[in-house]
């Protein structure tokens, strides 16, 4: 790996997103959107929305981020860009970092927003400190860049691409702990869960949003999904090839 | 085994694609600072040549070596350029901003970018939108692409299809004065007018060269008028040869 190689190659993406309106707007917009609605439906009963807000904080970003990697790493796969760029000197580890990267860097702004708009304007009331919301949030978008990445390699149109996200996210979504309590799952899906990163991102939310020394447990759960982001970049990579059929 | 002479050394190359063998068992030299083309009818093979000597194609046997090292190794990543058939420039940047990631990548000035933006006549166009451009236009950002790093070997698959005449002899043109300064090209197409304009030419059917040879030798030795017809008539011979021999046959050379 080349930090020069990744570093042009995160800024190269960076261009591109900003020259589509649309996809910032998807990025920053949707969730403070699904945001304001979710404070809205729980107007009479603040509590709930207090309850699973933050955990919804986690959750967006990483749907959000899931779909616009793996589309737009698969779309490079199929306009003969990534062959082109894989004979040049561009490792498979600046490719993947690149991207890390880029959409890392659009998490912070996201995270910023959103939780910005969750606190400020919806009202939203947690235990824990706000920094902490924003740290997860950022860790969640980009375990969602991670596994697009890794999903786009099992994709060969953007119609596959977009139905990974169902395929990817929504078990996940199911085992998190945000319909029904991990602890009371049945114990083959407790077990699911407890693998599933996002079932670590949704429980640092709700640490933070219960308890005001929240720094310990949350560690715990960044640490998997760091490691999470770790795995999925280096599968990732190797669905990368150099030479195809 | 390495010999300096050549920018291209292939020996017994075979790949199959898809379940179908698409070259049976290929070898050539090509020499260092020619224009050599590469030319022959659609299906033939040249891209999947073409990419094996860049070193993205799986190869099922045989060996590539490319400027003394084998294909596609990290040594050559920045000393071959290459183009692939389909425009491979990112639709949503501008011409420059693709150039210059490139460039970049080689680690090339600005002057380099711009200069490449020039050759390919584009500097008018420079801040539009790939996605904006004709599609003549959008191929030669992608040829920019390839020539801003300056590389040693220059492997393009069909430059120059879809542009006019005046801006395919300016490329033509252009790939001459490069091989004159010292740059090895492997150029494919399937128009034989622009057989003339190369220093070597290798005609390939089904997987195999029918000629490695160079345009004014092709021209004697089939005593045809111009190329077109010189290759017709080669794919003529190869086929009553074919015949002769029982017919089914034909895989190796
Ligand atoms: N992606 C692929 N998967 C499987 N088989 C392929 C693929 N691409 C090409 N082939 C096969 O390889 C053969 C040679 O194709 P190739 O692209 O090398 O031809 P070509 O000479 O470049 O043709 P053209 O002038 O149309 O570009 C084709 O007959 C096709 O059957
Ligand atoms: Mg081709």
Redesign the pocket.
Same mark, same amino acid.
């Given at each position: 790996m080349n930090l020069r190689l990744t570093l042009l190659t995160a800024g190269r993406v960076l261009r591109q997103i900003r020259g589509d309106h649309r996809t910032v707007a998807l990025m920053i917009v949707v969730p403070c959107v699904l945001i304001g609605l979710l404070a809205w439906i729980f107007n009479a009963t603040p509590f709930v929305f207090d309850h699973i807000g933050p955990a919804l904080l986690g959750v967006f970003p990483f749907v959000v981020m899931f779909i616009v990697t793996s589309v737009a790493t698969l779309r490079e796969r199929t306009s003969g860009t990534l062959e082109r760029l894989l004979t040049t000197r561009i490792g498979k580890g600046d490719f993947m970092a690149g991207y890390a990267l880029a959409f890392g860097f659009m998490a912070v702004v996201q995270a910023l927003v959103a939780t910005g708009f969750a606190v400020w304007v919806c009202g939203l009331d947690v235990a824990g400190p706000i920094w902490l919301l924003v740290v997860v949030a950022v860790a969640d978008a980009v375990l969602g860049t991670a596994l697009g990445l890794l999903a786009s390699g099992f994709a060969r149109t953007e119609f596959q691409a977009v139905q990974f996200m169902p395929a990817f996210v929504l078990p996940q979504f199911l085992l998190c702990g945000l319909l029904v309590a991990r602890d009371a799952l049945p114990d083959v899906l407790r077990w699911v869960s407890d693998a599933l990163p996002l079932s670590y991102a949704v429980d640092a939310m709700k640490t933070i949003t219960a308890t005001s020394d929240a720094l310990g447990d949350v560690g715990k759960d960044l640490v998997v999904i760091v490691g999470w982001i770790a795995l999925a970049l280096v599968l990732g990579s190797l669905t990368l090839r150099r030479r195809t059929? | 085994m390495v010999n300096n002479s050549y920018a291209v050394e292939v020996d017994h190359l075979r790949v199959t =694609?898809?379940g =179908?063998l698409?070259i049976p068992d290929l070898s050539v030299r090509i020499p260092t600072g020619q224009v050599v083309g590469l030319l022959?009818? %659609?299906?033939?093979?040249? %891209?999947?040549?073409? =990419?094996a000597v860049v070193g993205v194609q799986v190869v099922e046997s045989g060996t590539v070596t490319v400027l003394g090292e084998p294909a596609g190794s990290q040594g050559l990543r920045h000393r071959v350029g290459y183009v692939t058939?389909s425009p491979s420039v990112y639709a949503d940047l501008t011409v420059a901003d693709n150039v210059r990631y490139f460039g970049r990548i080689a680690g090339v000035d600005e002057a380099a970018v711009q200069e490449a933006i020039a050759l390919v006549d584009l500097p008018s166009h420079a801040t539009a939108r790939v996605e904006n451009l004709s599609g003549g236009q959008h191929s030669r950002a992608s040829l920019a692409c390839a020539l801003v790093g300056r590389p040693d070997l220059l492997v393009l698959?069909?430059p120059t299809v879809g542009l006019d005449p005046v801006l395919r002899r300016d490329l033509w043109n252009l790939f001459g004065r490069l091989a004159a300064a010292g740059t090895s090209l492997l150029v494919?197409s399937?128009v034989m007018d622009e057989a003339t304009r190369c220093d070597r030419l290798l005609l390939?059917r089904e997987?195999e060269f029918l000629a490695d040879t160079t345009p004014a030798q092709l021209l004697a030795e089939t005593g045809a008028p111009d190329a077109e017809a010189a290759f017709l008539a080669l794919i003529d011979r190869a086929a009553s040869t074919a015949a002769r021999s029982g017919g089914a046959g034909g895989s190796a050379a």
């Open positions: 059929p | =694609r898809g =179908r698409v022959g009818p %659609s299906g033939g093979g040249k %891209s999947t040549f073409i =990419r058939q698959d069909e494919s399937h390939m997987g």
